[in-house]
Nanobody
Framework: QVQLVESGGGLVQAGGSLRLSCATSGRSFSTYYMGWFRQAPGKEREFVAVITRSGISTYYADSVKGRFTISRDNAKNTVYLQMNSLKPEDTAVYYC????????????????WGQGTQVTVSS
């Protein structure tokens, strides 16, 4: 069983930065695509970013492109989300996802999920 544990969330002012981490258990981390989703209050969970197994390719939601960067360290079984120029509309619970089978924008395409970490951006 693979476990994903997010950390790094918190309260930050608009324009600030945060780096989220997602540590995974198991020995197959390098074989998984990894992704980040977020869910704001009263809204559906939405795709944020995805990274391929090797880390060579990344894809982002239009709303975060140019501000967020996803990366991974396969030696540490960890994926990161660097978030810069944060806006109040980035406020959400951020979830790490692993092991993609299908289109990366859909929640149902991901096999493993973390418990989420809260990010709050004040104006």
């Amino acid at each position: 069983q693979v476990q994903l544990v997010e950390s790094g969330g918190g309260l930050v002012q608009a324009g600030g930065s945060l780096r989220l981490s997602c540590a995974t258990s198991g020995r197959s981390f390098s074989t998984y695509y990894m992704g980040w989703f977020r869910q704001a209050p009263g809204k559906e969970r939405e795709f944020v970013a995805v990274i391929t197994r090797s880390g060579i390719s990344t894809y982002y939601a239009d709303s975060v492109k140019g501000r967020f960067t996803i990366s991974r360290d396969n030696a540490k079984n960890t994926v990161y989300l660097q978030m810069n120029s944060l806006k109040p509309e980035d406020t959400a619970v951020y979830y790490c996802a692993g092991d993609l089978a299908g289109s990366y924008v859909y929640m149902t395409s991901w096999r493993y999920w973390g418990q989420g970490t809260q990010v709050t951006v004040s104006s």
